[in-house]
């Protein structure tokens, strides 16, 4: 199987400021609020409270969503919570075919990771190759307690056998479909939209 040429399954996004992706919204501002605050709960409830929790975002727009999750916690809970960033690109298997691309700082807190219940967080679940990847780079940095994964959406299709444990919205999804994920911190607006993948001449690069 040749390598999935846009693995998290994610449309690239305008840049700030560009006119609205086309196709048709799933989630919008408000779907996207909700969602978040159900999986901050279902993560103090899996891990009964916040000790030794660590949310840890994906670049690039599981970023913005871990601060947000991490915020709602600590609505809850009225202590900090420990959050990170996580870059996976030269875990890539696909890196090979795409060698400009440029990493970004993965920040872990002080007390690292050992021992802590990491909770990945990414917008898009689509083949579980991105996530594959930061299983094996969370390996590098250290060791775990447990790790789970949430996402604000899970597109299906996947290629490896890897699932999320707190998801926003399911949305099922053809193959030649393409979800973009358009947050506040990033792209001035929050949605989801769905569309129609573009002629090969038209798509840009994964």
Do not use: F
């Amino acid at each position: 199987m040749s390598p999935d040429p846009n693995p998290a399954g994610a449309e690239p996004a305008p840049a700030l400021g560009t006119d609205v992706l086309p196709g048709r919204v799933v989630l919008d501002a408000d779907d996207i609020a909700r969602a978040l605050t159900r999986i901050s709960h279902e993560i103090l409830e899996r891990n009964k409270g916040a000790a030794d929790l660590l949310v840890l975002g994906l670049h690039t727009r599981g970023v913005p969503l871990a601060r947000r999750i991490a915020s709602r916690i600590e609505a809850v809970e009225g202590q900090p919570v420990e959050l990170g960033t996580l870059d996976v690109t030269m875990y890539r298997d696909d890196l090979r075919n795409h060698p400009t691309r440029s990493p970004h700082r993965t920040e872990l807190p002080a007390s690292g990771l050992d021992g802590k219940t990491v909770v990945l967080v990414d917008d898009v679940l689509y083949s579980g190759r991105t996530i594959r990847a930061a299983l094996d780079a969370l390996s590098d940095l250290g060791r775990p307690s447990v790790v789970r994964l949430a996402v604000l959406v899970d597109r299906g299709h996947r290629d490896l056998p890897i699932r999320a444990d707190h998801v926003g919205k399911n949305l099922p999804t053809a193959r030649a479909e393409r979800v973009g994920v358009r947050l506040e911190e990033t792209d001035g607006v929050d949605e989801v939209r769905i569309r129609d993948a573009a002629p090969a001449h038209q798509e840009g690069p994964r």
